[in-house]
């Protein structure tokens, strides 16, 4: 038997092992970094603090010798707007546009008010805000159809007896080329919103004003041509084109002189159907302190408390655009193209505007505001 070693035995037998220490390089502690200081921040100018700046009405102690930015006359005092944030005095009819009637509440020149933001729209968006329809694949021919095929569809009927040939509304003929539509509802898509509007095609009845039942044409004074058959198809195959973003060739653009203006962007016929004047209708006695400047008169009733007009100051068309001539003098009414015209139609009043001559591509558009009375001041109309 062998005998035992001892533990210092086996340790000196054993093969001598180099013990190595390895000392770990420890990085210095990080020291916290300093607070970052805030971005410095941009100072606004004093212009821009003064045009967000809330405004206050000082009442002067006289007001006589106030005077007209425009002109320097302190004559027709009457006439004298005096701006709410400013104090400066502005003619009435100096002002581009000019103010027909004296605003309501507080009113700003036209420097101190600012301009309105101009509003583009994309292809999305035009189709979003007219609503307009695409055709269905059913019934292509009866809602797709050009009008020139379905005014071929329209079959003669009565006697061939000589007779006064009646002027019969033609329907417009919207440009070809679709990227020159949305142009068009482009334009008239900021214009309504740069007024805060919604679109509307049709007369709108609210809560708190005129009923539709008010609307009877059968109310008017004197009575009211009613609108034949082949018009009120010309009428429905307008409004079904306009649904599915057929427009009328016209565009809306902004003068510094006359505010929004409308331009015709093809050329069109006489007697061509151009749109309805559409809006809020009311009463004519709820709108008498009214400062809408583009009131129309819809009904004018034997009893004047049942008299309507139609207001586009929430809701309207390119209708509302449209502007009107200096009758009293001959080159205004030289202007004048389109005329305003009232028809029953299925025994309600509606308020259309139709071509009174060929209209060239790029002419803008106007009719004579005081077609059935005489009470709009277009005397001081350029």
């Known amino acids: 038997m062998a005998p035992a070693t001892t533990s210092s035995a086996a340790a000196a037998a054993a093969p001598a092992h180099r013990f190595i220490r390895f000392n770990r390089r420890t990085s210095a502690p990080r020291q916290p970094s300093p607070p970052e200081s805030p971005p410095k921040k941009k100072m606004k100018s004093m212009a821009e603090i003064m045009a967000k700046a809330k405004f206050t009405v000082v009442e002067r102690g006289d007001y006589g010798d106030v005077t007209c930015e425009h002109c320097g006359s302190g004559d027709r005092s009457d006439e004298l707007l005096l701006c709410d944030k400013c104090d400066r005095g502005f003619h009435m009819k100096c002002l581009r546009p000019i103010v027909a009637i004296v605003p309501i509440g ?224 001959s080159e205004g009414k030289k202007k004048q193209n389109c005329r305003c015209v009232r028809y029953s139609v299925n025994g309600e009043c509606r308020v259309f505007l139709v071509a009174t001559r060929d209209i060239a591509k790029g002419e803008r558009l106007y009719y004579d505001y005081n077609g059935y009375e005489q009470e709009y001041p277009t005397q001081h109309f350029l």
């Not at 009311?282 to 009214?290: F, G, P, S, V, W």
């Not at 004047?304 to 509302?320: T, Y």
């Open 106 to 329: 507080s009113w700003l020149c036209p420097a101190c008010s600012g301009h309105r933001r101009v509003r583009s729209f994309s292809q999305k968006k035009i189709i979003d805000f007219f609503r307009i329809q695409k055709c269905s694949d059913r019934d292509p021919k009866d809602e797709c159809a050009p009008p020139q095929d379905a005014r071929k569809r329209r079959r003669r009927s009565g006697s061939l007896v000589l007779q006064k040939r009646r002027r019969r509304i033609l329907p417009f003929v919207s440009s070809e080329d679709p990227a020159q539509r949305l142009k068009q509802m482009g334009s008239l898509a900021s214009a309504l919103t740069a007024l805060h509007m919604e679109f509307s095609d049709d007369l709108a009845y609210m809560p708190g004003m005129a009923p539709r039942s008010a609307n009877q044409s059968e109310f008017e004074d004197g009575g009211m041509q009613i609108l034949s058959k082949e018009d009120t198809e010309t009428l429905e195959l307008c409004r079904a084109m306009c649904k599915r973003g057929e427009c009328p060739p016209l565009k809306v653009a902004f003068d510094s002189r006359e505010g929004f203006t409308v331009e015709a962007d093809e050329q069109m016929k006489d007697m061509t159907f151009i749109a309805e004047y559409t809006g809020d209708v009311d009463y004519i006695k709820h709108r008498e302190n009214d400062d809408c400047d583009s009131m129309m008169t819809l009904l004018l009733a034997t009893e004047p408390s049942k008299s309507l007009v139609i207001c586009p100051d929430k809701r309207g068309n390119i209708a509302r655009f449209i502007n009107g001539i200096n009758n009293h003098t």
